[in-house]
């Protein structure tokens, strides 16, 4: 079942919302408002949560919260990778948690946290069962990406590809299992976290990973499941079908679902991080989905 709802994914990272076009994130804001205040009104029972940024920056959420974006939410999200991305130590967690309490009274989760095996399964290992230890009892939510490896047939969401070196590539490795679906080693120890930490897996349009991944979920006694529902795969032919398929296999768990993605025909510019020409087209979606789904 959805329990909770979160309005886009990491907006304050440059490949994932065109800040050129929005630097104050005024849209962006609005749009969260707005987006929120519909879900709000659809569903009250369902928690409202700001999108996961990355990098964590308090000065985003002040300034989100000038918008009026947080005023219809009941929680914000922030996402860490210290051992692949970010330029803090994993041991800082609890304080770039702290960092983020300090400009709001809203509860933080942690809804994306996740280290690579690019350069070695046991830095993985080391780092699942240490990000554990940090964040469990710390915050209300934590999910750790990912399950699954990402296809190196596919591309990570990102601008710079070769530009960036190991950083892109190591985005195909944050999985517990590889791309054929083989456990590494941090794989034995995550069911000693569960059900208290939660997992987040997206699932592309018609993704051919949704069986077994509901079959392993099971297995590692996951029940509280982060994913997404993209409003530019909504304009696809047969999506219904699709979103009704994939939200009748994971009807069994705590679900947070994430609401992102602009529609080409929807965008200021014809790209799915393009911040939408009419803000509430997006809450149409969101309410949609809620509908149907919630």
């Known amino acids: 079942m959805i329990e909770a709802v979160k309005f886009w994914n990491e907006p304050n990272n440059k490949s994932h919302w065109a800040f050129e076009i929005d630097p104050e994130w005024e849209i962006f804001g609005n749009m969260v408002r707005i987006a929120a205040e519909a879900v709000k009104a659809e569903n009250p029972g369902i928690l409202r949560v700001l999108g996961g940024i990355s990098p964590i920056d308090p000065h ?20 860490g990778f210290p051992l692949d991305w970010n330029l803090w130590q994993i041991h800082e967690w609890p304080d770039k948690i702290a ?5 709001t009274n809203l509860p933080v989760w942690v809804t994306e946290v996740g280290i690579s095996s690019f350069g070695a399964e046991e830095v993985q290992e080391f780092g699942l069962r240490r990000t554990a230890e940090l964040l469990m009892g710390r915050v209300d939510r934590a999910h ?23 950083s892109y590539y190591r985005h195909f490795h944050m999985g517990l299992l590889r791309e054929d679906g083989t456990p590494k080693l941090a794989l ?30 099971r297995k590692l006694g996951v029940k509280r499941l982060r994913t997404g529902l993209s409003w530019a795969d909504w304009l ?46 997006f809450a149409d979606f969101c309410v949609t989905m809620m509908r149907r789904y919630a």
């Open 236 to 281: 696809r032919p047969d999506a219904d079908k699709w979103f009704d398929h994939v939200m009748k296999k994971l009807e069994e768990f705590d679900l947070t679902v994430t609401f992102c993605f602009t529609p080409e025909s929807r965008g200021i510019q014809p790209h799915h991080t393009s911040p939408p020409q009419k803000v509430e087209e």
């Open 99 to 103: 960092e983020i309490e300090a400009v």
């Open 60 to 79: 985003f959420i002040k300034k989100l919260e000038k918008h009026g974006a947080l005023e219809n939410l009941d929680a914000v999200a922030v996402h």
């Open 188 to 217: 034995k120890h995550f069911s000693d976290y569960t059900p208290e930490f939660g997992i987040c897996q997206w699932f592309h349009f018609e993704d051919h990973r949704l069986d077994a991944a509901v079959d392993w979920l």
């Open 144 to 166: 750790w990406y990912s399950l699954y490896d990402l296809p190196r047939t596919w591309e990570a969401t990102t601008r710079h590809r070769e530009a960036e070196g190991s």
